[in-house]
């Protein structure tokens, strides 16, 4: 079979643009979290285009929402391609929209070519990716690896998980029956931006991602004692403010002394009880540290909550620490990589072979089916924000690599 | 006229109890902040008291409620008694409602004594006084001091300030018509809560306000870049959370070594956008800080701003400035001081002269006629806490010596 083949550019393009307009935000991003209003409009725009090209639609329990295109074989093995259409809160457009557009895309250009495939394609968008909520429950709910206890103390807090299920007509039971059986599977393939610097500032085409980092992460909070702000000698306090603010100081330098090329990162942090003259009694932050190697994550982990008990005790507060989950690095096949590889160089791109510093679906994948992704360079190395862009050309260029990628593991899918 | 009257101490704790239970939390404490819909419930609670005692009610275009006690001389000048029935989020149960409903208790013990005095009395509650919207919107509004363009970026934000105005059915243009001639004040005294441990430890059971502190406040934002934190080596990060830590731990050091008797607090920060997986943006602080002499308090303000402009660059962050508004400091009157020590000396109460670390709505009618301030002992100093707690017998002091205080300023009423 002919591998050369290309995709239609325009329609291409034209499908990212509309879906950069759902949840579009005054500073040229997306702001879809996962199950928001903005990220169902998001869904219900891909159902619309997955109906109109006349391929099938498939939604299951954990509100993953397939296109199909079924092989002529009806016991042939599916073969994954896909994404998310969520987005971080102020996120960016192409974090995930680019890899379902263009999964899409590969199906439509296959189906129009009258190409009979010894496997099933399904372009996939996959539930909660970003994090918003739980973290990767569509793709850990196919995987089986997403658990009852998960749901019970998300990062995205109980509440909200229940709001976005309800708004999205899910249940909790019905998440788990979204789990496929690994037979079932030939593969899984994904094309992301890098959200790094790396191929930008090096000048190559295509990143043939080697594995996924690992992450841990964990709600802290520290807690002292809430009094007036104006009649309290400052020696006398115990401001949870202070422990918070040592501890995202002391995290930063601990990573950049001995912890080189992993990363920790406290994003969000609310001083309780919030006004400008109350001392803050509480205050909780939400940490994450990521290493590609797993003993090496552990050790960060370690040593980041032993500085954060030592600056709690050196303020006299106390420290409660909140495990939110953990994501095991994850090797890719070496089969996809070599797929990946052989399609960017027919194509005459170039390509590097490296790690993924973001966590994405294909680490559930991966223990499953022959898993791969594909990168293409983010400008100035910029993500999870508005300012977040790709050139158009490089675009292009890795949906073509995930259709040949994908038409190359097709053939091979006796490996699954 | 006897000044050795005493009144109802029944009557008094009953209503105190009655108060503590609007808006009540879990932890004991009150969460009324201003014009919020228990503060509404509160006032509405106050102005059922006021008629049920026979007494007229008042509420001016600032909202400040008000019981009246007339004198028989319809053109006498007026003894405003009082504080607040608004609190902190998450407050206590004495820090102003005591002042309000001992406020109420010497009004109705004269009018049951049948007392004709040669002033008005009017115990009032003050809009706004713990600044969850503007601050002193109450007090400010009669003295004057209030101006529309407080109204426009206040402390709670506008959003906050239009929907509490609604709330409660009051304008912005109807603030300004509180605005009372001084020349019909003949003083204002109000009994508060110490909010600190000075009394406590000390074992004093009246402190007599010398002077209130001033008090200054800003928002600060600091502003970096918000990117992937998975994707992003550590040293090629904008991470305006790094800017806030520094400053936090920075400004607590400075007022330790360089402004004794100071104090400076972070009361909430926000990170944005505030997502485990994106390096913060931005990050917006909210920052106080108080000092009794005028001159210090000056120099505080410009070493804070000076320290936070250091940090910012130290990171490579820009930052942004709003000053809030300022109070300045503001000493009692010696008539009402005297009047005060007086009344304690009568009851065989030890008093000591103090100066509030903690503002008042006093400040603003100290310019404008005889004003002062009764302490009490609070337990441990705790206060703006749920923990916040004074012994009753201490409560029962302080209004008694308010009730001996405003008979004798009462009687030298022609001092106005």
Same mark, same amino acid.
């Given at each position: 079979?002919?591998?050369?083949?290309?995709?239609?550019?325009?329609?291409?393009?034209?499908?990212?643009?509309?879906?950069?307009?759902?949840?579009?935000?005054?500073?040229?991003?997306?702001?879809?979290?996962?199950?928001?209003?903005?990220?169902?409009?998001?869904?219900?725009?891909?159902?619309?285009?997955?109906?109109?090209?006349?391929?099938?639609?498939?939604?299951?329990?954990?509100?993953n929402h397939s296109a199909l295109l079924r092989s002529p074989n009806p016991s042939a093995p599916t073969l994954l391609l896909g994404s998310h259409l969520d987005s971080v809160p102020e996120g960016g457009?192409?974090?995930?929209?680019?890899?379902?557009?263009?999964?899409?895309?590969?199906?439509?250009?296959?189906?129009?070519?009258?190409?009979?495939?010894?496997?099933?394609?399904?372009?996939?968008?996959?539930?909660?990716?970003?994090?918003?909520?739980?973290?990767?429950?569509?793709?850990?709910?196919?995987?089986?690896?997403?658990?009852?206890?998960?749901?019970?103390?998300?990062?995205?807090?109980?509440?909200?998980?229940?709001?976005?299920?309800?708004?999205?007509?899910?249940?909790?039971?019905?998440?788990?029956?979204?789990?496929?059986?690994?037979?079932?599977?030939?593969?899984?393939?994904?094309?992301?931006?890098?959200?790094?610097?790396?191929?930008?500032?090096?000048?190559?085409?295509? *990143?043939?991602?080697?594995?996924?980092?690992?992450?841990?992460?964990?709600?802290?909070?520290?807690?002292?004692?809430?009094?007036?702000?104006?009649?309290?000698?400052?020696?006398?306090?115990?401001?949870?403010?202070?422990?918070?603010?040592?501890?995202?100081?002391?995290?930063?330098?601990?990573?950049?002394?001995?912890?080189?090329?992993?990363?920790?990162?406290?994003?969000?942090?609310?001083?309780?009880? *919030?006004?400008?003259?109350?001392?803050?009694?509480?205050?909780?932050?939400?940490?994450?540290?990521?290493?590609?190697?797993?003993?090496?994550?552990?050790?960060?982990?370690?040593?980041?909550?032993?500085?954060a008990q030592r600056e709690a005790e050196s303020f006299g507060l106390g420290l409660e620490v909140s495990a939110l989950g953990q994501h095991a690095p994850a090797p890719m096949s070496q089969l996809a990589?070599?797929?990946?590889?052989?399609?960017?160089?027919?194509?005459?791109?170039?390509?590097?072979?490296?790690?993924?510093g973001a966590g994405h679906d294909a680490q559930n994948l991966a223990p499953l089916c022959p898993t791969g992704m594909v990168f293409i360079p983010s400008v100035d190395g910029i993500s999870h924000s508005?300012?977040?862009?790709?050139?158009?050309?490089?675009?292009?260029?890795?949906?073509?690599?995930?259709?040949?990628?994908?038409?190359?593991?097709?053939?091979?899918?006796?490996?699954?």
């Amino acid at each position: 079979m002919s591998v050369s083949m290309q995709f239609n550019h325009k329609r291409l393009q034209s499908d990212f643009n509309a879906l950069a307009t759902i949840g579009a935000t005054a500073e040229g991003g997306v702001n879809r979290p996962a199950l928001s209003p903005a990220h169902l409009e998001a869904r219900a725009w891909y159902a619309a285009q997955v109906k109109q090209a006349g391929l099938a639609l498939q939604i299951d329990g954990a509100g993953n929402h397939s296109a199909l295109l079924r092989s002529p074989n009806p016991s042939a093995p599916t073969l994954l391609l896909g994404s998310h259409l969520d987005s971080v809160p102020e996120g960016g457009r192409y974090d995930g929209a680019l890899g379902v557009v263009a999964a899409l895309e590969v199906l439509r250009s296959i189906q129009e070519a009258g190409l009979n495939l010894p496997v099933h394609l399904e372009a996939i968008d996959f539930t909660d990716e970003e994090g918003t909520l739980v973290g990767f429950i569509g793709s850990g709910a196919l995987a089986g690896t997403l658990t009852p206890g998960d749901l019970q103390n998300p990062r995205g807090g109980r509440e909200a998980l229940l709001a976005g299920l309800t708004r999205a007509g899910l249940t909790e039971d019905g998440l788990f029956t979204a789990r496929r059986d690994p037979a079932t599977l030939a593969g899984y393939l994904e094309l992301h931006i890098e959200q790094g610097p790396w191929l930008y500032d090096s000048g190559v085409d295509i *990143g043939v991602v080697s594995g996924i980092v690992g992450i841990a992460s964990f709600r802290l909070a520290f807690s002292g004692r809430a009094n007036h702000a104006g009649t309290t000698p400052m020696a006398a306090r115990r401001d949870a403010g202070l422990g918070a603010a040592a501890f995202i100081l002391a995290a930063r330098q601990l990573v950049l002394d001995n912890f080189p090329g992993c990363v920790a990162n406290v994003g969000a942090l609310r001083l309780e009880p *919030g006004a400008f003259n109350i001392i803050p009694g509480r205050a909780e932050l939400a940490l994450e540290c990521r290493a590609v190697d797993p003993a090496e994550l552990d050790r960060l982990q370690t040593s980041l909550l032993e500085r954060a008990q030592r600056e709690a005790e050196s303020f006299g507060l106390g420290l409660e620490v909140s495990a939110l989950g953990q994501h095991a690095p994850a090797p890719m096949s070496q089969l996809a990589q070599q797929a990946i590889q052989e399609a960017a160089a027919e194509l005459g791109l170039s390509s590097q072979s490296m790690p993924s510093g973001a966590g994405h679906d294909a680490q559930n994948l991966a223990p499953l089916c022959p898993t791969g992704m594909v990168f293409i360079p983010s400008v100035d190395g910029i993500s999870h924000s508005p300012h977040e862009t790709s050139r158009w050309d490089d675009c292009i260029n890795g949906a073509n690599v995930l259709l040949g990628a994908a038409l190359r593991l097709a053939g091979s899918s006796d490996c699954a």
